[in-house]
């Protein structure tokens, strides 16, 4: 049986699959994003901008490398 999306090792992730889960969320008509031991993180008034600053955190984190 083939794993749902979601269940796939991340690149330089090996062995069992973490529980994954959603990080943006809407709470009040504010959006806010979770980040690993559920760090929360907002409000933002719109998704766009939670997701915006999101991607700024994995990037400053080094979840995510970014290069020109």
Request: hydrophobic share 35%.
């Amino acid at each position: 049986m083939a794993k749902r999306q979601n269940q796939i090792n991340r690149a330089g992730e090996a062995g069992a699959i973490p529980p994954r889960r959603k990080r943006l969320f809407l709470r009040n008509n504010e959006w806010y994003y979770l980040t690993r031991y559920s760090q929360e993180h907002g409000p933002y008034t719109t998704m766009i901008e939670a997701k915006r600053d999101l991607s700024l955190f994995l990037r400053r984190s080094g979840v995510i490398r970014f290069t020109l």
